[in-house]
Protein backbone atom coordinates (compact mmCIF):
# COMPACT_ATOMS: atom_id res chain seq x y z
CA UNK A 1 0.00 0.00 0.00
CA UNK A 2 2.07 3.18 -1.11
CA UNK A 3 1.44 5.90 -3.31
CA UNK A 4 3.02 4.46 -6.33
CA UNK A 5 0.68 1.83 -6.20
CA UNK A 6 -2.38 3.96 -5.40
CA UNK A 7 -0.75 6.29 -8.62
CA UNK A 8 -0.69 3.18 -10.85
CA UNK A 9 -4.00 2.08 -10.36
CA UNK A 10 -5.67 5.77 -11.16
CA UNK A 11 -3.00 5.68 -14.27
CA UNK A 12 -4.99 1.92 -15.02
CA UNK A 13 -8.03 3.39 -15.32
CA UNK A 14 -9.33 2.31 -12.17
CA UNK A 15 -12.84 3.35 -10.95
CA UNK A 16 -11.82 4.28 -7.56
CA UNK A 17 -9.10 3.07 -5.24
CA UNK A 18 -9.12 1.86 -2.08
CA UNK A 19 -7.38 2.23 1.50
CA UNK A 20 -7.08 0.59 4.78
CA UNK A 21 -6.75 3.60 8.07
CA UNK A 22 -5.63 3.43 11.50
CA UNK A 23 -3.86 6.00 13.49
CA UNK A 24 -0.11 6.42 14.45
CA UNK A 25 0.79 6.84 18.44
CA UNK A 26 0.45 10.82 17.70
CA UNK A 27 -3.07 10.56 15.99
CA UNK A 28 -1.99 10.87 12.55
CA UNK A 29 -4.18 8.77 10.04
CA UNK A 30 -1.93 6.43 8.16
CA UNK A 31 -3.05 3.99 5.39
CA UNK A 32 -1.35 0.53 6.78
CA UNK A 33 -3.52 -2.78 6.40
CA UNK A 34 -2.08 -4.66 9.09
CA UNK A 35 -1.82 -4.20 13.23
CA UNK A 36 1.56 -4.43 13.20
CA UNK A 37 4.07 -3.00 10.59
CA UNK A 38 6.47 -6.47 10.40
CA UNK A 39 4.91 -8.04 7.37
CA UNK A 40 4.21 -4.67 5.41
CA UNK A 41 7.62 -3.01 6.49
CA UNK A 42 11.49 -3.67 7.05
CA UNK A 43 10.41 -2.70 10.89
CA UNK A 44 7.93 -3.88 13.22
CA UNK A 45 5.94 -2.83 16.10
CA UNK A 46 2.33 -1.92 16.26
CA UNK A 47 0.97 1.51 13.92
CA UNK A 48 -0.84 2.25 17.40
CA UNK A 49 2.43 2.15 19.40
CA UNK A 50 4.93 4.07 16.70
CA UNK A 51 4.89 7.69 15.87
CA UNK A 52 4.69 9.20 12.28
CA UNK A 53 8.13 9.80 12.57
CA UNK A 54 8.95 6.46 13.65
CA UNK A 55 6.83 4.95 10.96
CA UNK A 56 8.35 7.44 8.41
CA UNK A 57 11.80 5.75 8.73
CA UNK A 58 10.46 2.38 8.12
CA UNK A 59 10.42 1.10 4.42
CA UNK A 60 6.94 0.24 3.33
CA UNK A 61 8.15 -0.32 -0.50
CA UNK A 62 10.50 -2.68 -1.80
CA UNK A 63 14.68 -2.39 -1.20
CA UNK A 64 15.32 -1.45 -5.06
CA UNK A 65 12.26 1.51 -4.23
CA UNK A 66 11.84 2.06 -1.12
CA UNK A 67 8.70 4.14 0.22
CA UNK A 68 7.80 5.67 2.82
CA UNK A 69 3.96 5.07 4.64
CA UNK A 70 0.93 7.04 3.08
CA UNK A 71 -1.11 9.24 5.12
CA UNK A 72 -4.87 9.66 4.65
CA UNK A 73 -4.05 13.19 3.40
CA UNK A 74 -1.55 12.21 0.56
CA UNK A 75 -4.60 9.96 -0.52
CA UNK A 76 -7.08 12.65 0.40
CA UNK A 77 -4.82 15.17 -1.89
CA UNK A 78 -4.33 12.57 -4.65
CA UNK A 79 -8.28 12.10 -5.43
CA UNK A 80 -8.43 15.60 -5.29
CA UNK A 81 -6.79 15.38 -8.51
CA UNK A 82 -9.06 13.29 -10.20
CA UNK A 83 -12.59 14.38 -10.01
CA UNK A 84 -13.61 11.56 -11.93
CA UNK A 85 -12.64 8.86 -9.62
CA UNK A 86 -14.32 6.78 -6.16
CA UNK A 87 -11.87 6.40 -3.05
CA UNK A 88 -13.65 4.13 -0.37
CA UNK A 89 -11.35 4.56 3.16
CA UNK A 90 -11.56 1.10 5.21
CA UNK A 91 -11.72 1.84 9.03
CA UNK A 92 -9.79 -0.92 10.26
CA UNK A 93 -11.19 -1.75 14.56
CA UNK A 94 -10.65 -3.22 17.04
CA UNK A 95 -8.19 0.32 18.17
CA UNK A 96 -7.61 1.51 21.24
CA UNK A 97 -8.60 5.12 20.09
CA UNK A 98 -11.57 3.65 19.49
CA UNK A 99 -14.00 6.60 17.93
CA UNK A 100 -10.65 9.29 17.78
CA UNK A 101 -10.10 7.18 14.43
CA UNK A 102 -13.43 8.42 12.92
CA UNK A 103 -12.89 11.96 14.06
CA UNK A 104 -9.75 12.14 12.56
CA UNK A 105 -11.13 10.87 9.39
CA UNK A 106 -13.91 13.55 9.19
CA UNK A 107 -11.62 16.05 10.02
CA UNK A 108 -9.26 15.27 7.59
CA UNK A 109 -12.28 15.31 5.03
CA UNK A 110 -13.65 18.52 6.22
CA UNK A 111 -10.24 19.79 5.52
CA UNK A 112 -9.60 19.03 2.22
CA UNK A 113 -13.60 19.83 1.50
CA UNK A 114 -14.36 15.96 1.04
CA UNK A 115 -16.95 15.87 4.20
CA UNK A 116 -19.72 15.58 1.29
CA UNK A 117 -18.32 14.45 -1.50
CA UNK A 118 -20.80 11.72 -2.98
CA UNK A 119 -16.52 10.11 -4.38
CA UNK A 120 -15.98 9.26 -0.70
CA UNK A 121 -17.10 6.09 1.29
CA UNK A 122 -16.61 4.49 4.36
CA UNK A 123 -16.32 0.90 4.66
CA UNK A 124 -15.85 -1.25 8.10
CA UNK A 125 -16.18 -4.46 9.34
CA UNK A 126 -17.14 -2.50 12.79
CA UNK A 127 -20.70 -1.67 13.50
CA UNK A 128 -19.65 1.15 15.91
CA UNK A 129 -17.81 2.66 12.98
CA UNK A 130 -20.28 2.90 10.90
CA UNK A 131 -22.33 3.97 13.30
CA UNK A 132 -19.89 6.70 13.86
CA UNK A 133 -19.37 8.09 10.72
CA UNK A 134 -22.91 8.16 10.29
CA UNK A 135 -22.99 11.15 12.93
CA UNK A 136 -19.70 12.53 11.81
CA UNK A 137 -20.24 12.83 8.27
CA UNK A 138 -23.77 11.92 7.33
CA UNK A 139 -23.60 12.71 3.79
CA UNK A 140 -20.78 10.00 3.30
CA UNK A 141 -22.04 6.82 1.81
CA UNK A 142 -21.03 4.01 4.31
CA UNK A 143 -20.69 0.31 3.39
CA UNK A 144 -20.71 -1.86 6.23
CA UNK A 145 -18.24 -5.47 5.47
CA UNK A 146 -19.32 -8.54 6.60
CA UNK A 147 -16.88 -11.46 7.66
CA UNK A 148 -18.34 -15.09 6.03
CA UNK A 149 -19.16 -16.36 9.46
CA UNK A 150 -21.68 -13.56 9.51
CA UNK A 151 -24.77 -12.97 8.86
CA UNK A 152 -25.24 -11.31 5.40
CA UNK A 153 -26.63 -7.69 6.99
CA UNK A 154 -26.73 -6.21 10.36
CA UNK A 155 -30.35 -5.45 11.38
CA UNK A 156 -28.85 -2.20 13.54
CA UNK A 157 -27.25 -0.56 11.14
CA UNK A 158 -30.11 -1.21 8.35
CA UNK A 159 -32.82 -0.59 10.91
CA UNK A 160 -31.12 3.05 11.28
CA UNK A 161 -30.50 3.87 7.89
CA UNK A 162 -26.67 3.77 8.45
CA UNK A 163 -25.59 2.09 5.54
CA UNK A 164 -25.32 2.44 1.71
CA UNK A 165 -24.69 -0.99 0.93
CA UNK A 166 -23.15 -4.48 1.86
CA UNK A 167 -19.71 -6.26 1.63
CA UNK A 168 -19.12 -9.69 1.68
CA UNK A 169 -16.12 -12.32 -0.64
CA UNK A 170 -16.75 -13.27 -3.86
CA UNK A 171 -16.36 -16.75 -2.07
CA UNK A 172 -19.28 -15.93 -0.27
CA UNK A 173 -21.36 -14.62 -2.86
CA UNK A 174 -20.86 -17.17 -5.62
CA UNK A 175 -21.88 -19.70 -2.48
CA UNK A 176 -25.36 -18.16 -2.44
CA UNK A 177 -25.71 -15.55 -5.30
CA UNK A 178 -29.01 -13.94 -3.81
CA UNK A 179 -26.85 -12.61 -0.70
CA UNK A 180 -25.92 -9.86 -3.73
CA UNK A 181 -27.81 -6.75 -3.48
CA UNK A 182 -29.16 -7.81 -0.11
CA UNK A 183 -32.25 -5.91 1.25
CA UNK A 184 -32.26 -3.49 -2.10
CA UNK A 185 -29.12 -2.38 -0.79
CA UNK A 186 -25.53 -2.32 -3.58
CA UNK A 187 -23.25 -4.96 -3.10
CA UNK A 188 -19.39 -4.72 -2.82
CA UNK A 189 -17.36 -7.67 -3.26
CA UNK A 190 -13.60 -8.59 -2.58
CA UNK A 191 -10.99 -9.63 -3.51
CA UNK A 192 -11.62 -10.26 -7.18
CA UNK A 193 -8.29 -10.90 -8.86
CA UNK A 194 -9.22 -14.01 -10.91
CA UNK A 195 -10.60 -12.85 -14.49
CA UNK A 196 -13.19 -15.99 -14.06
CA UNK A 197 -14.67 -13.93 -10.66
CA UNK A 198 -14.36 -10.65 -12.21
CA UNK A 199 -16.49 -11.82 -15.32
CA UNK A 200 -18.86 -13.52 -12.49
CA UNK A 201 -18.94 -10.76 -10.55
CA UNK A 202 -19.83 -8.42 -13.34
CA UNK A 203 -22.77 -10.60 -14.23
CA UNK A 204 -24.09 -10.30 -10.89
CA UNK A 205 -25.24 -7.02 -10.70
CA UNK A 206 -22.06 -5.92 -8.08
CA UNK A 207 -22.01 -2.29 -7.73
CA UNK A 208 -18.39 -2.04 -6.44
CA UNK A 209 -15.51 -4.72 -7.24
CA UNK A 210 -12.30 -4.26 -5.13
CA UNK A 211 -9.50 -6.20 -7.01
CA UNK A 212 -5.78 -5.98 -6.61
CA UNK A 213 -5.75 -6.07 -11.01
CA UNK A 214 -7.39 -3.14 -12.55
CA UNK A 215 -5.67 -3.45 -15.52
CA UNK A 216 -7.01 -7.21 -16.10
CA UNK A 217 -10.45 -6.02 -14.44
CA UNK A 218 -10.84 -3.58 -17.30
CA UNK A 219 -9.78 -6.16 -19.72
CA UNK A 220 -11.87 -8.50 -18.48
CA UNK A 221 -14.68 -5.63 -18.48
CA UNK A 222 -14.17 -4.46 -21.58
CA UNK A 223 -14.04 -0.83 -20.48
Known sequence: MTMPAFESALALGADGIECDVRLSSCGTAVCI????VNRVSDGSGRVSALSLAE????NFGTPSDPQPPVR???LLELISEYPDRELFIETKH???FGRELEEQIA???RYFGLLEDPRIRIISFSTLSILRMRQLAPAIQR???RRDRCPVYDPVVYARGAVAGWGISVGRAREKPSRIGY???PGYMWTVDDP???????DHGVRWMATNRPGTARRVLGW
Not at 55 to 58: F, G, S
Not at 196 to 202: N, S
Request: hydrophobic share 55%; aromatic share 4%.
Open 107 to 109: LRL
Open 183 to 185: RGL
Open 94 to 96: PLR
Open 33 to 36: HDPV
Open 196 to 202: ADMAWVA
Open 55 to 58: LDRL
Open 72 to 74: LDD
Open 143 to 145: IHL
